[in-house]
Structures are given as C-alpha cells and as structure tokens.
C-alpha cells in the first residue's frame, strides 16, 4: 500500500505520490496503474515527488515520461506547501526541462516558465520543416518546445473543428518523431484567448499550462495579444505574461483527495 495525494489544476488531474515510497516500482507502470479509471484513482498524469532537493518527475497517463507539465507543477507545489517539505513561499524545483522557481501566494501558484526555445532538435521534427510556418492535414501550425513540445492551431471559433481528431492525426503524424501536444487556440482580443490541448498520451484535457504558454507565445509573436493575457479554460484562467524573455504563469491548484492505494500489480524494478 502506498499514500497518494490527488490534485487538479484547472481540472487537468494528477495523482501525486512521495519517491520514497515508489522507487522500487517501474514508475511507468505505476502511472498507467494509479492514472486509470478502473484499477487505479484516475487522472491525467502522475507526479512523483523527490525531496532533498525538491525534483518533479512527470509521467502521462500511457506511462510516458514529458519533462514538465505547467498545471502539474503547480500542483506539485501545492502538494509541497500542504506537506510542509519547504519552509517558504519561493522556492525552486527541479524538472526535466531545467530548474524553475515557484513563487506561491494565497494558493495562486506563479511559475517562472523558462523561454519558448525554437529548437527543432528538442521538438523532434523533420529537419526542412518551419517551425514557425508549416502544414500538416490541411491546417497552418506552428510548433515551440516550452518545457515540452508543442505545436499551436489558430482557429476563428472551436465550433469549427473536432479538436479530437484533428489533434490526434497531428500529434501522430510523422513529421513528429516523438508526437507532439496539439493546442488549439481562439483569440478573444489582445487581453483574453482561449485554448483547447490535444495532450499526447492523454487526449483532450481540460488544461494544459505549457500548452497555454506555448499558444501565448506564437500569439504574442504574431502580433495577436498583448505581453500578458488570460488564458480561459473550461475550469478556470491562467495568467500568461512576458517577464524580459521568460514566461511566467500563474495559475490554481486545488486538492481533490488523498488516501492509499494497493500496487502489488505494479512490476518491481
């Protein structure tokens, strides 16, 4: 039996357990267990926790690991505040795609994002596409590696399209090598957008922060919204800005539950 912890941020869930506890599991097998709706909690991702420096290892619920995740680390943090592992409201955290400091106030949780990096050997793309300007299944996409990669789909209203098959069929194609996230997004004016995610290894979710991160920055860049917006989601906002070159989002994290759960059907190390 394990303890475990589940969060959502914005509604995109996670189950959140100590390292200590699990490391002698494989641990994408312990994310495909506790993630499912049958034999485990159900949730979008697993977030393991490593103390002592503080590290968060993110899995996606097929057992795939990202290196990060916006609205996880956020929950992370919260996870970390309600178990009192830190002793102050600033603190770092170490992810897959570098250090990032978290600044938590009254449960909004400010994430220093790091910078959108157009990189096409960490997005995993075919070398002649361009990244900032190309087409796939008949759509004009962009792509940006921010803290994981992504690609963005502007569209006049999300009435227009089935987000699900369409996110599919490009998170999947092959220009891809490791698929990709697949956002979505509807622009209100220069202060407000909206974003629907295509999460690889998940599905349509209700949030995804990087992927909110990822269409501010291709937004911003064509000229679209101002240097800071609110991202409407289906259960709640995140607030996106520019700060000099970095990307800061502040968001919620709210606990759901915790409790134990039995594991002995996930393989040992």
């Given at each position: 039996?394990?303890?475990?912890s589940?969060?959502?941020?914005c509604?995109n869930?996670?189950?959140?357990?100590?390292?200590?506890q699990?490391?002698q599991?494989?641990l994408?097998?312990?994310a495909i267990?506790v993630?499912?709706?049958?034999?485990?909690i159900g949730a979008?991702?697993?977030i393991?926790v490593?103390?002592?420096p503080?590290?968060m290892l993110f899995?996606n619920?097929?057992?795939?690991?990202a290196?990060?995740c916006g609205?996880?680390?956020?929950c992370f943090s919260?996870?970390v505040?309600d178990k009192?592992?830190?002793d102050?409201?600033?603190f770092?955290v170490?992810?897959?795609?570098g250090i990032?400091?978290?600044?938590?106030?009254h449960?909004l949780?400010?994430?220093n994002m790091?910078k959108p990096?157009?990189?096409?050997?960490?997005l995993?793309i075919?070398?002649d596409?361009?990244i900032?300007?190309?087409e796939?299944?008949?759509?004009?996409?962009?792509?940006v590696f921010?803290g994981t990669?992504?690609?963005v789909?502007f569209?006049?209203s999300?009435?227009?399209?089935d987000a699900?098959?369409v996110?599919?069929?490009?998170?999947?194609?092959d220009t891809f090598?490791e698929?990709?996230n697949?956002?979505?997004?509807?622009?209100s004016?220069?202060?407000n957008?909206n974003?629907?995610?295509?999460?690889r290894?998940?599905?349509?979710?209700k949030?995804?922060?990087t992927?909110?991160?990822?269409?501010?920055?291709?937004a911003?860049?064509?000229?679209l919204v101002?240097?800071e917006?609110i991202v409407?989601?289906?259960?709640?906002?995140?607030?996106i800005?520019?700060q000099d070159?970095?990307i800061?989002?502040?968001?919620?994290a709210?606990?759901i539950?915790?409790?134990t759960?039995?594991?002995?059907?996930?393989r040992?190390?």
């Open positions: 039996m394990i303890s475990f589940k969060y959502h941020g509604g869930s996670f189950v959140i357990v100590d390292y200590e699990v490391k599991y494989v994408s097998d312990l267990h993630c499912s709706n049958d034999t485990g979008d991702g697993c393991v490593k103390q002592k503080l590290e899995y619920q097929d057992g795939t690991m290196p990060m609205n996880g680390i956020r919260k996870y505040m009192k592992l830190v102050t409201t600033i770092d170490i992810t897959g795609s990032l400091s978290v600044n938590c106030e449960d949780f400010e994430v790091g990096l157009f990189d096409k050997e960490l995993h075919e070398s596409v361009n900032e300007e190309f796939l299944h008949g759509f004009k996409l962009c792509s921010m990669v992504h690609t789909l569209v006049d999300f009435s227009d399209m699900e098959v996110g599919m069929a490009i998170c999947n194609d090598k698929k990709t697949v956002n979505f997004v509807e622009i004016d220069r202060k957008m974003v629907i995610t295509y999460e290894g998940v599905g349509i979710t949030a995804c922060g992927g909110c991160c990822a269409s501010f920055v291709y911003n860049k064509k000229g101002d240097d917006v409407h989601l289906e259960l709640g906002d995140l607030h800005r520019y070159d970095y800061m989002m502040k968001g919620p709210t606990f539950a915790e409790g759960l039995d594991i002995k059907e996930v040992l190390c």
